[in-house]
């Protein structure tokens, strides 16, 4: 059974401080790299995407990948209230399915 | 405006009342897909969909059909529903199976 692990949290931070999302997963065949927001009674919504190992920088967002520890990480710098949801990491192994994680919720404390 | 469209947005039935709970989207994707999200679980796939009459079952198939007769339509079929199908359903779609997912709005059941 393929998986995807992320800590459920609660992860909380103050305002301005990095919050530091983990996320590993068991297939090392997997190729494709997700980090979705998803607010409370709201959708998921793409934050960032990796497909190469390195970072990854969109604005205050930094993606991490390392596929020989398997594991990806997502990085919020400056964080803001707003920035407080459950972020979900997906994973997709280079066929047509792609897992989530069970979330991890943050909470940035003004 | 991109869009991915479920409908409806909230049902409330009774077990074994077959029901349908479209999804529709705009942007000429080929790759369509349902999940179940639950307390706790996250986003368990259903089914998905390569293209117009090609799907394959997700993690957590049973119970559920789908259809793709059109590319911008992917209907999630309940033929006989029962109470452990109750959950928040989203219908996602993006150009490929390994892009990034453009989500509808979610369409929470409540099977009694």
């Known amino acids: 059974q393929k998986e995807v692990e992320q800590n459920s949290g609660p992860l909380s931070v103050p305002e301005g401080a990095i919050a530091s999302l983990n996320c590993t997963y068991s297939d090392r065949g997997s190729q494709s790299f997700f980090w979705y927001r998803q607010y409370s009674g709201k959708s998921p919504e793409l934050i960032m995407f990796?497909?190469?190992?390195g970072d990854k920088e969109d604005g205050r967002f930094t993606a991490q990948l390392n596929k020989a520890s398997q594991y990806v990480s997502l990085l919020i710098r400056d964080s803001q209230p707003s920035d407080s949801a459950t972020y979900l990491c997906?994973?997709?192994?280079?066929?047509?399915?792609?897992?989530f994680g069970a979330g991890t919720r943050l909470f940035v404390k003004a | 405006e991109a869009q991915v469209t479920q409908n409806p947005r909230y049902l409330i039935t009774v077990t074994g009342k077959k029901l349908t709970v479209t999804c529709s989207q705009n942007m000429n994707h080929e790759y369509m897909s349902w999940y179940r999200q639950d307390p706790g679980l996250g986003l368990r796939q259903i089914y998905y969909?390569?293209?117009?009459?090609?799907?394959d079952k997700g993690d957590v198939p049973e119970g559920y059909k789908v259809s793709r007769k059109e590319k911008r339509n992917f209907p999630l079929i309940l033929e006989s529903p029962s109470p452990n199908q109750t959950s928040l359903y989203f219908c996602?779609?993006?150009?490929?199976?390994?892009?990034?997912?453009?989500f509808g709005d979610g369409t929470r059941l409540s099977i009694l």
């Open positions: 996602a779609s993006s150009p490929g199976a390994n892009q990034p997912q453009h």
């Open positions: 990796i497909y190469s190992n």
């Open positions: 969909s390569m293209n117009v009459e090609v799907t």
């Open positions: 997906a994973v997709n192994e280079g066929g047509f399915k792609t897992i």
